[in-house]
């Protein structure tokens, strides 16, 4: 049972994007820690987001069990990885049987650029004023560090906000995201390190000898 729930757990908290992807090699490598106020609220700790070419990693761990999100822009595939349960959920991401026919589609989004920059965990990013039905935020993007693919709830079949489909069609990696409402700033999403380092590939794979879930994920959706 205690693994099933972290395979649950998983799928309550991270998707794919429903927008486009950038495939233009980026030029950093490495790991960026963040933290996320949804995860916060989950128990979960800091979240390492790995970068390698147009691949990008996202692990999560909960009560000592460990997921891995792999996006695959260039396959138009994610997979979820169950350590505990050895076993992976493969998801493509131009495929309708995943649900994607029943999203809701993206809210129109006014960006505009502020002309401030910040430097957050030693990277300087520009300073972004979003507007959209999803509410207003400030981001903080930063060029050249790879696309990031924002985790939301796949059960409730909708597609992430604007804002963070805007992330993946500038190719850009939000070091910060604060939302502002009623008067009041709150910072969802938050780089505190960056590490620029060599990756392995194996990262990017899944592990030899895993079990092929994606059955039961389509069995899930359907029940939803």
Known sequence: MKKLSLFILTLSIICFIGGPTTTTAQDFEGVIYFEMADLAKQGMGEMPYMVKGNKGRMEMSHQGQKSAMIMLPDESKMVIVIEQMQGYI???????????TEMDK????????????????????????????????????????????????????????????????????????????????TVQMKATKIEEKSLSDDLFKVPEGYRDMSGMMKGMQKRN
């Open 90 to 100: 493969e998801m493509d991401l131009n495929n309708n049987d995943i649900g994607n």
């Open 106 to 185: 993206a809210s129109e989004i006014d960006m505009t650029n502020t002309g401030e920059t910040k430097t957050i965990a030693g990277r300087t990013c520009e300073v972004w004023r979003m507007e959209s039905k999803d509410g207003t935020f400030e981001t903080c993007m930063a060029k050249g560090m790879g696309t990031f693919m924002m985790p939301q709830n796949q059960m409730q079949k909708r597609n992430p906000p604007a804002w963070a489909q805007k992330f993946a069609e500038e190719g850009s990696m939000p070091l910060e995201i604060v939302e502002i409402k009623d008067g009041s700033r």
